[in-house]
């Protein structure tokens, strides 16, 4: 007898956790965007699909704290005024085509789908990180600055401007553009491959590492930065 008000009390006390940890998804249509702007400390995983949508998933955080706002195609998430300690969120994005992207704070995001664009813009502030499966595009922006990472993993473009100030890294080794400018200070370090022109204004002690053989090179650095050819 003792053994089965034992056990019912222990299925009841793993119920209550099961409903207390339950985790709650909420799914947001706010209309057509193409740019999306995170600021936080959550995870956000972007993939292509047939519709543009927003997934919000937690164990515990109020989800109406969650701001989706929506502005001349730019999508912007962010959290109600107030002071929140360890956010358990995590936001999944579907969108149709995707021009542009942008993390501030310590979350990463991740984008697990090949995207085309006409012009492709990277921005990160912060300590979290960017990482991008393929980016074909005309032309990719990269603006950096804090201690936060963006890597590409593949794709091409006629012309690369990456502008990095503080100690984070652009890793787009595999990545390849007929023209690279880069701008930079501190102690990030750049690595990208270059077909005809390569141009590199660099001061601090970051390395600019490249791959290729381009017949256009300026090169102006000062402090113990270094270009490298891989």
């Known amino acids: 007898m003792k053994t089965s008000k034992f056990s019912s009390l222990v299925f009841a006390l793993f119920l209550i956790g099961s409903v207390a940890f339950a985790q709650r998804s909420q799914t947001r249509t706010p209309g057509a965007f193409t740019k999306i702007e995170n600021g936080g400390s959550w995870d956000v995983e972007i993939t292509k699909g047939s519709k543009d949508e927003i997934r919000l998933e937690s164990s515990s955080f109020d989800l109406s704290k969650v701001i989706t706002d929506l502005d001349r195609g730019k999508l912007e998430i962010k959290l109600e005024k107030g002071n929140y300690r360890n956010v358990d969120l995590k936001v999944f994005i579907t969108v149709r085509q995707l021009e542009s992207v942008g993390n501030g704070g310590s979350g990463n995001m991740e984008i697990k789908s090949?995207?085309?664009?006409?012009?492709?813009?990277?921005?990160?502030?912060?300590?979290?990180?960017?990482?991008?499966?393929?980016?074909?595009?005309?032309?990719?922006?990269?603006?950096?600055?804090?201690?936060?990472?963006?890597?590409?993993?593949?794709?091409?473009?006629?012309?690369?401007?990456?502008?990095?100030?503080?100690?984070?890294?652009?890793?787009?080794?595999?990545?390849?553009?007929?023209?690279?400018?880069?701008?930079?200070?501190?102690?990030?370090?750049?690595?990208?491959?270059?077909?005809?022109?390569?141009?590199?204004?660099?001061?601090?002690?970051?390395?600019?590492?490249?791959?290729?053989?381009?017949?256009k090179q300026s090169i102006g650095v000062s402090g113990s930065t270094k270009v490298i050819k891989q």
């Open 114 to 215: 090949d995207f085309g664009a006409e012009s492709f813009g990277i921005g990160l502030s912060g300590s979290g990180s960017i990482s991008a499966k393929k980016i074909n595009a005309q032309k990719l922006s990269v603006g950096m600055s804090g201690s936060g990472k963006v890597k590409i993993e593949g794709g091409q473009a006629e012309e690369a401007n990456i502008g990095q100030s503080g100690s984070g890294n652009f890793e787009g080794i595999n990545f390849t553009a007929e023209s690279v400018k880069i701008g930079k200070s501190g102690s990030g370090t750049t690595a990208i491959s270059v077909v005809e022109s390569l141009t590199v204004g660099a001061s601090g002690s970051g390395n600019v590492y490249y791959r290729g053989n381009p017949e």
